[in-house]
């Protein structure tokens, strides 16, 4: 199943080439050229017979992840994050380790050996370290070295009512979004564009739209769904099962009011449901895109995504689907001329 693909290859920020090979084996067929850059986007263009406008779609590669920074004497492994992670998600969560994905765990002293004050706090990154069940430095660096990137070791798999849990539906919901849109033909100029570095400050998306200078740019995206325990009504950005997400602003962009209202005229004439993000905490590649050369018309749709930046996060496969489908009205509408930018 293409999620499964996707979600358990490995790609943290900087270290993409094998997601990137997944998804070239996967769109390979379906387009005119494939080419990368020096950051390491992959772009898959497809022309049509009009000559536009030219639509940028857009999705990031990457996952947040671990490097490893030192080996101890004991064969425990140190590590840093790669990208934006709570420490209080870490803990006796099973990672791979570099290219031959070496498999570990993330532990620390238990409880029974911490001092009453030390039981109240949540446990940090200091105090956490990697096991691959060296019992010496020498042993472990057989297998791992300072410098290496770990992922977490979560399967994909699919559970409860029409639900499914996997690491790295950030992005790589948004990523299969476009794989499954780059098999449907349009007449007119579209690229695909599966940026970088995204995780560590939005870095390959503004490369990737200087090279391809699109009419419009859309940017496919897993965001934080919060219908969770303590989270007030009002303060849930999204919510898992309601529809694809349309942003109105976040951290890094106010997105395009005349894309906003085209994408939710797509959505009501074709009778998907779809709901307004509600906060504007965080960013997305759209926030690099639109300050491209003149500007650039962005926007985004976004797949509701629970425990994001987490070792296991969930989707529902109906948001899924359905943002697979607006996604492609929506091309339908700028293929038939309904849509100017």
Do not use: W
């Not at 943290?12 to 387009?31: F, L, N, T």
């Not at 494939?34 to 990031?60: Q, S, W």
């Not at 997305?284 to 629970?306: Q, Y």
């Amino acid at each position: 199943m293409l999620l499964k693909r996707l979600t358990e290859a490995m790609g943290p920020s900087g270290y993409e080439h094998e997601i990137r090979q997944v998804i070239y084996e996967e769109i390979k067929d379906y387009a005119d050229r494939i080419y990368t850059d020096a950051m390491g986007n992959l772009f898959a263009e497809v022309d049509g017979t009009r000559p536009g406008p030219k639509v940028m779609l857009c999705a990031h590669m990457d996952e947040v992840s671990l490097f490893i920074t030192q080996v101890e004497e004991n064969g425990l492994i140190k590590f840093r994050h790669i990208g934006g992670i709570d420490d209080r998600v870490l803990l006796s969560k099973p990672v791979q380790i570099g290219d031959n994905k070496i498999y570990g765990v993330i532990g620390s002293k238990p409880p029974h050996h911490q001092k009453p004050n030390e039981r109240k706090k949540p446990v940090g990154l200091e105090q956490l370290r990697i096991d691959i069940g060296a019992t010496s430095r020498e042993e472990a660096l057989k297998y791992v070295k300072p410098g290496d990137v770990a992922v977490f070791a979560t399967k994909y798999e699919e559970i409860g009512h029409r639900c499914a849990k996997s690491k790295s539906f950030d992005d790589r919901v948004g990523c299969a979004v476009m794989v499954e849109t780059i098999k449907k033909k349009f007449d007119i100029p579209v690229v695909y564009a599966f940026t970088v570095q995204e995780e560590i400050g939005l870095r390959g998306a503004g490369p990737a739209a200087y090279r391809i200078d699109p009419d419009v740019a859309l940017v496919l995206e897993g965001t934080l769904a919060s219908d969770v325990p303590d989270t007030v009504e009002h303060g849930q950005a999204t919510i898992s099962g309601a529809g694809p997400a349309l942003s109105v602003m976040d951290g890094s962009s106010v997105h395009n009011r005349k894309f906003l209202h085209e994408m939710i005229e797509v959505a009501d004439d074709a009778g998907i449901p779809y709901q307004i993000r509600k906060t504007v905490a965080g960013g997305n590649d759209a926030g690099r895109i639109h300050l491209t050369k003149e500007g650039i018309l962005a926007g985004v749709i976004s797949v509701p995504t629970r425990y994001i930046h987490a070792p296991s996060q969930l989707i529902s496969l109906d948001d899924y689907e359905q943002t697979i489908e607006l996604v492609e009205k929506f091309l339908r509408r700028v293929e038939q001329g309904g849509f100017q930018a």
